[in-house]
């Protein structure tokens, strides 16, 4: 999941506090405080609305004392005061109740554990440099507004303009004093007593007079309380014996709904974003893989997603954003700044994966029961998909989807792992384009096959007819043509010359994911994937350490990413390797358990042997939306859970590592209804399955062979 090509030269923001509420986020040092000349501020609308926040008392800067992160859109820092020569500790102590929404709330609080009363002169300095989070991100600001400041009673406005456009932001805050840096407060906290100020920060949007307000209903809940509310009311509950597991799925489910956001066309539907605090925004592959992987938990997401994608779907040529007819969308922003976006515009179409995924991803939503008219109503979509397929993916007409970016703007690789140096042979050199990535390959032949069986459900039997035969072809000719039988593993792409690019990388994995591996292969493709060089203990590595490119603390050669193993995983399950799919869900299962249970979007990909703890990544995202899928994706693939509401039955057959325990589920969507899964190993229990679907134990039937 990259937006850029130099991604992996982003700033850190190890150390920092990141808020999420749709697609506003803000990121703090563990103080609170946030600096310019940092990956620090509030974000608005991909605009950085505040970038410097900086708390003094005295004139001295806050000590940390702890920092937590309460709910996704709400932290608690507790600070002290700078001690004082005479004294080993400071007696104030200074609480930043932070809650994020359009802008920001914040309620300081400050606690006098002296006998004597504290004078206090608390000063809040702010500033808005209005930069765009690409600037802000790769720490590169190129536009520099021209600001003035306005104080309006309790109030100050920090205006903007550049080029004929105008932001605004507004301090506000009863009783404090107004400076041009900011506000500040004269007071004498009591003794063993408290003193307590209120602060907002919020944009001042399309010229209004005042800004939108930090809304509270009448019983004191927010927007953002309410829509967490009504998230945890609507999905599972999970249980489970192994803390560790419980912690981690407790965890994906509070960050799936925090990274939802809303299509500001169609505010009624919500799509995960890809991840914080720098791709709070509609990606295509991410948001498709990310709400498959998250079906169990609520499907409508997937749902919501194939829509918002589908009315953007490609409709002609712009070799700027390599728009092109059929083609899905890589990413979408928002405002001004979307002229420093790839391809200057709002929505970029970069990508080679994200087409033929949109219909592997309505294949499967037709089998969990949603609204039948909603689904049909895709369909046309899903065509339209197949045919940028045939008509632009395919550029020589060879059968294989190919990428080549069509300016000198634009991601140089299209598919997941996107860096520049993502792609390359066994010795390290670059594979130069077009480049057919083998596991594109593979989602190509999962579209044909889901877009057969909706076919064939439908009764248009001439249609899956074709669909299967194409489908069919293209698993011959890929087994032919990315096998390579003197190391026996598939190649990680073919180059623009047609030669296979050998290095040994887990893309082949999710090959396994949509069938397109010949059984004959299956076996060697997954002692390969559980090798020592490509297997860390922690997960899959992307790389395998034997090749030329590969580095440990790389983002795409060398680094463990979860989503990858959770895919991966299924693949193995796919083809019957039970054990090596317990052992890589394990191992991401049991990563999480040093990151908070919050897995990340990658951590480095050291042996486990030499490091007894997952290394993290700098620039890793969290939460990130593919990261946080990744525990209901693992837990799905061992409980072999599969419904299938047009067949009504609903397959299961769990394989859980007996370290998990007892596992259960309940308020779980299905058809309609609601059920409940209890599971112990390999024994199972359903409660709750709709009137007519019949429980079957076992693997479920494929659609088409």
């Known amino acids: 999941m990259v937006g850029w090509n130099a991604d992996t030269a982003a700033g850190s923001v190890g150390g920092a506090v990141t808020l999420v509420e749709g697609s506003n986020f803000s990121i703090s040092d563990v103080t609170g405080d946030m600096f310019a000349d940092r990956p620090h501020g509030v974000f608005f609308e991909d605009t950085r609305i505040m970038s410097l926040w900086r708390m003094t008392i005295n004139g001295?800067?806050?000590?940390?004392l702890a920092a937590d992160t309460l709910e996704p859109y709400r932290a608690l820092f507790i600070c002290r005061t700078g001690r004082v020569a005479s004294q080993p500790d400071s007696h104030l102590i200074v609480e930043r109740s932070r809650e994020l929404g359009v802008g920001i709330l914040e309620d300081i609080t400050v606690r006098n554990h002296s006998r004597e009363p504290a004078v206090c002169v608390?000063?809040?300095?702010?500033?808005?440099?209005?930069?765009?989070?690409?600037?802000?991100?790769?720490?590169?600001?190129?536009?520099?507004?021209?600001?003035?400041?306005?104080?309006?009673?309790?109030?100050?406005?920090?205006?903007?303009?550049?080029?004929?456009?105008?932001?605004?932001a507004v301090l506000h805050s009863p009783g404090a004093i107004f400076s041009h840096d900011g506000l500040g407060f004269r007071t004498v906290v009591p003794p063993q007593g408290e003193w307590a100020a209120r602060v907002y920060v919020l944009p001042l949007?399309?010229?209004?007079?005042?800004?939108?307000?930090?809304?509270?209903?009448?019983?004191?809940?927010?927007?953002?309380?309410?829509?967490?509310?009504?998230?945890?009311?609507?999905t599972p509950v999970p249980e489970s014996s192994n803390l560790t597991l419980y912690r981690t799925m407790l965890r994906c489910v509070e960050d799936i709904g925090a990274l939802q956001i809303e299509d500001p066309v169609h505010p009624e539907r919500t799509v995960v974003a890809a991840g914080a605090p720098w791709f709070m925004a509609i990606f295509g592959r991410d948001s498709i893989l990310s709400s498959y992987m998250a079906l169990p938990v609520d499907p409508s997401l997937a749902l919501d997603t194939l829509r918002n994608l589908a009315d953007r779907q490609g409709s002609e040529v712009d070799l700027l954003t390599e728009e092109q007819p059929g083609r899905i969308l890589h990413e979408v922003r928002l405002g001004v700044s979307t002229k420093l976006a790839l391809g200057g515009k709002s929505a970029y179409y970069g990508t080679a994966d994200a087409t033929p995924l949109f219909v592997t991803l309505l294949g499967e939503v037709s089998r969990w029961g949603l609204a039948a008219d909603q689904v049909a109503a895709l369909l046309p979509n899903a065509d339209r998909a197949l045919d940028w397929i045939r008509d632009y993916g395919d550029r020589d007409g060879d059968g294989f989807v190919e990428y080549q970016r069509l300016n000198d703007q634009g991601l140089v690789n299209q598919g997941w792992k996107d860096s520049w140096d993502g792609v390359n042979f066994a010795d390290g050199r670059l594979a130069e384009p077009p480049i057919a990535l083998c596991e594109v390959q593979g989602y190509v032949y999962g579209a044909y096959i889901a877009r057969a069986w909706m076919a064939y459900d439908a009764g248009d039997f001439g249609l899956a007819t074709e669909l299967r035969d194409r489908a069919a072809r293209l698993k011959k000719q890929f087994n032919e043509q990315f096998w390579l039988p003197d190391r026996g593993y598939f190649a990680i792409a073919l180059d623009?010359?047609?030669?296979?690019?050998?290095?040994?990388?887990?893309?082949m994995?999710?090959?396994?994911?949509?069938?397109?591996?010949?059984?004959?292969?299956?076996?060697?493709?997954?002692?390969?994937?559980?090798?020592p060089e490509l297997f860390s203990g922690w997960g899959i590595r992307t790389l395998a350490?034997?090749?030329?490119?590969?580095?440990?603390?790389?983002?795409?050669?060398?680094?463990?990413?979860?989503?990858?193993?959770?895919?991966?995983?299924?693949?193995?399950?796919?083809?019957?390797?039970?054990?090596?799919?317990?052992?890589?869900?394990?191992?991401?299962?049991?990563?999480?358990?040093?990151?908070?249970?919050?897995?990340?979007?990658?951590?480095?990909?050291?042996?486990?042997?030499s490091f007894p703890k997952p290394v993290p990544y700098p620039t890793s995202c969290s939460p990130q939306a593919w990261a946080a899928t990744t525990p209901v994706q693992l837990m799905r693939t061992l409980l072999r859970f599969d419904p299938d509401v047009s067949r009504n039955g609903m397959w299961l057959d769990p394989v859980l590592p007996?370290?998990?325990?007892?596992?259960?589920?309940?308020?779980?969507?299905?058809?309609?209804?609601?059920?409940?899964?209890?599971?112990?190993?390999?024994?199972?229990?359903?409660?709750g399955l709709p009137p007519g679907m019949t429980l079957h134990r076992g693997t479920r039937p494929p659609w088409l062979t």
């Open 509 to 531: 994995g999710h090959c396994l994911w949509n069938g397109i591996v010949d059984d004959d292969k299956a076996l060697l493709v997954a002692e390969r994937l559980m090798s």
């Open 205 to 234: 949007q399309d010229g209004a007079e005042k800004p939108v307000p930090f809304h509270r209903e009448a019983d004191g809940t927010s927007a953002a309380e309410r829509r967490r509310a009504e998230w945890i009311r609507k």
């Open 545 to 609: 350490t034997t090749m030329g490119a590969y580095n440990p603390a790389s983002y795409h050669n060398g680094a463990v990413w979860p989503h990858d193993n959770a895919i991966i995983a299924a693949g193995l399950m796919r083809y019957g390797f039970v054990q090596e799919a317990q052992r890589v869900a394990q191992a991401i299962i049991e990563a999480a358990e040093y990151t908070d249970h919050r897995l990340p979007e990658l951590f480095c990909g050291f042996d486990r042997s």
């Open 658 to 687: 007996e370290a998990w325990g007892r596992a259960r589920a309940t308020n779980l969507p299905i058809g309609g209804g609601r059920i409940t899964i209890d599971v112990t190993g390999t024994e199972a229990t359903v409660e």
């Open 60 to 64: 001295g800067a806050l000590e940390p």
């Open 122 to 168: 608390v000063e809040l300095e702010m500033d808005a440099d209005f930069a765009d989070l690409f600037e802000v991100k790769d720490a590169r600001i190129t536009r520099h507004w021209e600001q003035t400041r306005e104080v309006r009673g309790d109030s100050l406005i920090i205006h903007g303009a550049w080029k004929g456009t105008h932001k605004a």
């Open 496 to 507: 623009g010359d047609k030669r296979p690019v050998d290095a040994l990388a887990s893309n």
